[in-house]
Structures are given as structure tokens and as C-alpha cells.
């Protein structure tokens, strides 16, 4: 049986899937080309990841397709509705890229709290020129030890976030329209755990408290952050965006950038990719990262693994 890793998928998932009788096919086809490509070698698993659009366009005209696989957690790349109802299976691995997508949460915290962000522009302009100048621009930092931290979405990839302010120190909140309560067990080196208990807060009250404001949702129609929200926050928040483009109102960013509503926002992904606008990508107080959150090679590992795992258990 062959398998195609249309986005690619890590070594440790392709020795596991070739220990077990597949063929793995990891040749980067273009999307108007999958069709006759899928049907010419008849390829009957699909593994994708953000890239490749699995529609019912496509899955009509493979008819041969048995699973489709997504390497990560959104899947609104794939009809998976009707996926399932042409009788495909449709996995995805929600758990395995959690900590890679909450600790670069944090590097975009940490650096824009600092703003690294800026001066990683700037020092390699003018360090030699204007050190001193850059240095009084630069610090009236802000630690994050002591602040509260606000949540949107409080499912594996918020929760693994929630670990790692717990563990800085931070105060954690969150608002899910789908979860009442959560108790996250935060787990040390030498084998000590501490259990915190979370109940859900309104999604007013959590832009109302947070000094730092962290999104994990799926895509949605309409915005999840717009104007009326970014009026509710405190001023001064700092804000990052690595779930989905279009959950922020970039406009309404940029607006709330400027008037210093938020004093910095880190974003990994972006209304218009992969072509984000000139303003977002310019803006002086924006930390940047080009939708890499799941980008590890510990997460890619996990990913493959728990592909190979899924398929071999659910096409052997």
C-alpha cells in the first residue's frame, strides 16, 4: 500500500510506516496535480498538513483514497465530513505539537515583554553607532513573573501553555466556550507534580484582567479579537496569535498598536498567508514567526510516530 506525505513527515514516521509493509512517497506535489498524481500511483493514504487543501473536489476524483491523515490539530484544510461519509478515514494527531506551539507562545512573550523583537532589528544597524541610545530605548521592560496571563481556548495546545506561565510565575485565566473546568498537572524533572484547578471565566472578564493574552481556537467564520474587544483590555496588553490567521482582526491590531491598547504582538500566523501584508510584517512593535509553532524536531517525531501508529493500527 502506498502512502503519500504530500507536507512531508519526519524520518522516525516513515521508518515506522515502512517497518510495517508501506510504501511512503514523500515527493511534494502540487495541488492542481494531486489527482493524477494520487490515481497514477495509486496511492491510498494522503498525509497533509496546513499546505495541502483535501477537498471534496479531490476526493472525488480519488476514488481509490482509503484515510487521510492531517500532521497536527486544525484540520479545516480537509472536508472531513464528508470525508467520512465517502467512508475515508480522517486522523490527525491533536496532542503531539501542544508544548512545541506553548513554548514558542513564550519566545514571542519573552521577547516582545523585553523587545527583543525590536532590538534584534535594530542592534545590527546602528549597535555600533547608537549602543547607548538603543540601550535607554530598551529598557523599560517588563518581566512576566507576577502577571496575569489570559487564555482563548483551553484545549491541549492552552493548557500546555497554561503550564509553562504556571511554572514563570504567572497568574492564569481562560475562557472556552466548550470547557467548565480543568485541573492541570504540572510535572518537574525529578518527578514531583503540583495540580492547579482552572474554571472557565467569560471571555469579557479574561480581556478585562489579562496583562498578556494568548489565542488558541480553531478557524471561525468571524473574528475572535476585533475592535470591540481590543477596547475591553487593559492598556499596555501584549497579545500572540499562533492558532489561526483571521481570529485577529490585523486592522484592528494595527489600530490598537498604535494608540499603545497593545504594547506588542507576536504572531505566527496571519489573515492573508502565506502572503502576510506589508504592515503587519514592517510594523515595528510585532514579533514575527512564519507559522512554525508545531516546527520542532521533537513535535515532527511525535507527529510522524503517531501517524504511523494510527494508520498501522487502523489499516493492518
Known amino acids: 500500500m502506498k502512502i503519500l506525505a504530500n507536507d512531508g513527515i519526519s524520518k522516525l514516521g516513515v521508518e515506522t510506516l515502512e517497518a510495517a509493509g508501506y510504501e511512503v512517497l514523500t515527493t511534494k506535489v502540487a495541488q492542481e496535480q494531486l489527482p493524477a498524481y494520487i490515481n497514477e500511483n495509486q496511492v491510498q493514504g494522503l498525509l497533509v498538513r496546513s499546505a495541502t487543501q483535501v477537498r471534496k473536489e479531490l476526493i472525488d476524483e480519488c476514488p481509490d483514497l482509503k484515510l487521510i491523515g492531517r500532521g497536527g490539530v486544525g484540520m479545516d484544510n480537509i472536508d472531513v465530513a464528508y470525508a467520512r461519509e465517502k467512508g475515508l478515514h480522517v486522523i490527525n494527531t491533536p496532542a503531539a505539537s501542544s508544548g512545541s506551539v506553548a513554548e514558542l507562545v513564550f519566545a514571542h512573550l519573552y521577547g516582545g515583554a523585553r523587545f527583543l523583537y525590536d532590538a534584534n532589528r535594530n542592534m545590527p544597524l546602528e549597535g555600533d553607532s547608537n549602543f547607548k541610545k538603543l540601550k535607554k530605548s530598551y529598557a523599560g521592560g517588563s518581566e512576566l513573573r507576577g502577571k496575569t496571563l489570559g ?53 469579557q472578564d479574561v480581556l478585562k484582567t489579562a496583562d498578556y493574552l494568548t489565542l488558541h481556537v480553531p478557524a471561525q467564520k468571524d473574528y475572535v479579537i476585533g475592535q470591540s474587544e481590543f477596547e475591553i483590555m487593559k492598556h499596555g496588553v501584549g497579545l500572540v496569535n499562533a492558532a489561526r490567521g483571521g481570529v485577529v482582526d490585523e486592522k484592528a491590531l494595527v489600530n490598537a498598536l498604535e494608540s499603545g491598547k497593545v504594547s506588542f504582538a507576536g504572531l505566527d500566523v496571519f489573515e492573508s498567508e502565506p502572503a502576510p501584508e506589508i504592515k503587519i510584517l514592517m510594523h515595528p512593535n510585532i514579533s514575527l514567526s512564519p507559522h512554525i509553532g508545531a516546527s520542532t524536531g521533537e513535535a515532527q517525531d511525535r507527529i510522524g510516530l503517531e501517524l504511523a501508529e494510527q494508520i498501522i493500527d487502523l489499516l493492518k
Open 151 to 203: 487564555i482563548l481556548g483551553f484545549g491541549r495546545i492552552g493548557q500546555a501553555t497554561a503550564k509553562i506561565g504556571l511554572g514563570s510565575g504567572m497568574r492564569v485565566v481562560f475562557h472556552d466556550p466548550f470547557i467548565e473546568e480543568a485541573t492541570i498537572d504540572l510535572d518537574f524533572f525529578d518527578g514531583q507534580k503540583i495540580s492547579f484547578h482552572f474554571e472557565n471565566m467569560s471571555k
